[in-house]
T-cell receptor, first 116, second 111 residues
């Protein structure tokens, strides 16, 4: 069946540009997560949605980062005025149930963002 | 805070060798523990998990036992294959949603 998909797979932006990264979770999955993975590091949590509600955005590194999931399915991570330190792979994951239940997270292939 | 420390790589092995990747953790609360794997060109996928002390997670010949007394969750496989070449990530979750990952260990198995 279809897994988590992300687009674009690769994005090159000039410093100062705005970018939007899309995540299509597995159909029917309640929970959606965004992670940031710097080169040679493990993923780091950015934000969590339960349906359309953003319940945790504690990992967003600055107010230039904004995420939404308006209809409880597709999510967009937006980065305004990109900086070189934003260069990373951005991973999206979804899981079937709400938080509070230990559950497998299914990851997408990621979007590799390079800021020049 | 919550953190995971795992063995630095890269690790290079011959086929049929024994593999161990060490993982220790620090957590506020009682975490669930995971191993995720990333095969070349693919996304992260769950390899195994354990949710309470002394639980053993297993999958595809890999095993890891949740050791609360040593705060460890070491990954082992008795006989690796070339197809096991991948990056392995140890992770924990305290609040049953967000994952905290280690830095990853790259494993290369030679025929």
């Amino acid at each position: 069946g279809a897994g988590v998909s992300q687009s674009p797979r690769y994005k090159v932006a000039k410093r100062g540009q705005d970018v939007a990264l899309r995540c299509d979770p597995i159909s029917g999955h309640v929970s959606l997560f965004w992670y940031q993975q710097a080169l040679g590091q493990g993923p780091e949590f950015l934000t969590y949605f339960q349906n359309e509600a953003q319940l945790d955005k504690s990992g967003l590194p600055s107010d230039r980062f904004f995420a939404e999931r308006p209809e409880g399915s597709v999510s967009t991570l937006k980065i305004q005025r990109t900086q070189q330190e934003d260069s990373a792979v951005y991973l999206c994951a979804s899981s079937p149930r709400p938080s509070g239940e230990t559950d497998t997270q299914y990851f997408g292939p990621g979007t590799r963002l390079t800021v020049l | 805070g919550n953190s995971v420390t795992q063995m630095e790589g890269p690790v290079t092995l011959s086929e049929e060798a024994f593999l161990t990747i060490n993982c220790t953790y620090t957590a506020t609360g009682y975490p669930s523990l995971f191993w995720y794997v990333q095969y070349p060109g693919e996304g992260l996928q769950l390899l195994l998990k354990a949710t309470k002390a002394d639980d053993k997670g297993s999958n595809k010949g890999f095993e890891a036992t949740y050791r609360k007394e040593t705060t460890s969750f070491h990954l082992e496989k008795g006989s690796v294959q070339v197809s096991d070449s991948a990056v392995y990530f140890c992770a924990l979750s305290v609040d049953d949603y967000k994952l905290s990952f280690g830095a990853g260990t790259t494993v290369t198995v030679r025929a």
